[in-house]
T-cell receptor, first 115, second 114 residues
Framework: GENVEQHPSTLSVQEGDSAVIKCTYSDSASNYFPWYKQELGKRPQLIIDIRSNVGEKKDQRIAVTLNKTAKHFSLHITETQPEDSAVYFCAAIYNSGGSNYKLTFGKGTLLTVNP | DAGVIQSPRHEVTEMGQEVTLRCKPI?????LFWYRQTMMRGLELLIY????????DSGMPEDRFSAKMPNASFSTLKIQPSEPRDSAVYFC???FGQGNQPQHFGDGTRLSIL
């Protein structure tokens, strides 16, 4: 199956700085990579996703980059704000056989933005 | 769009009791997923359905766990008998299509087995 590694496990930045979270995956056939933000006690919420036919995608202060050759993808948050503080999960889809696809999640990164 | 709706939000029960978690997917979504989240193991996929049919239950930890989807708007995850190690947050998610389609999560059920 797919193995997704996520780093760092914790990240602390000052308000206004940028934050970068990196993930690697093992299945070269993976073609969909979503990122979820989970605030304490809340549900994982999809914030951005990227498909393997593009190398970068932006949505306001959030961007995701994908390097298929190296099998890694990253989340970039610019001009961080205290409300960005949360746990962020990366994930990769993989084919588990036939037409079955599953998401495998990284272990998460606790981002703290200090005012 | 009401989103994925789960109930109850919190459940506290004693070991050995039956627990039933409920989920209503987003209308029109044809895939439904059950996940379990713990500090030790993170987010794990337990089982998923396509058009109400279970497709992959390889993540179900043991026979004490069962899931059903009697119709397109309702699914249950049942644990019988429950054990303290089943304590976790259980999330239901749904998507329209599989593969590279976004999954949308419900608010989860925080389950505590005493």
């Amino acid at each position: 199956g797919e193995n997704v590694e996520q780093h760092p496990s914790t990240l602390s930045v000052q308000e206004g700085d940028s934050a970068v979270i990196k993930c690697t995956y093992s299945d070269s056939a993976s073609n969909y990579f979503p990122w979820y933000k989970q605030e304490l006690g809340k549900r994982p919420q999809l914030i951005i996703d990227i498909r393997s036919n593009v190398g970068e995608k932006k949505d306001q202060r959030i961007a995701v980059t994908l390097n298929k050759t190296a099998k890694h993808f990253s989340l970039h948050i610019t001009e961080t704000q205290p409300e960005d503080s949360a746990v962020y999960f990366c994930a990769a889809i993989y084919n588990s056989g036939g037409s079955n696809y599953k998401l495998t999640f990284g272990k998460g990164t606790l981002l703290t933005v200090n005012p | 769009d009401a989103g994925v709706i789960q109930s109850p939000r919190h459940e506290v029960t004693e070991m050995g009791q039956e627990v039933t978690l409920r989920c209503k997917p987003i209308s029109g979504h044809d895939y439904l997923f059950w996940y379990r989240q713990t500090m030790m193991r993170g987010l794990e996929l337990l089982i998923y359905f396509n058009n109400n049919v279970p497709i992959d239950d390889s993540g179900m930890p043991e026979d004490r766990f069962s899931a059903k989807m009697p119709n397109a708007s309702f699914s249950t995850l049942k644990i019988q008998p429950s054990e303290p190690r089943d304590s976790a947050v259980y999330f239901c998610a749904s998507s329209f299509g599989q593969g590279n389609q976004p999954q949308h999560f419900g608010d989860g059920t925080r389950l505590s087995i005493l």
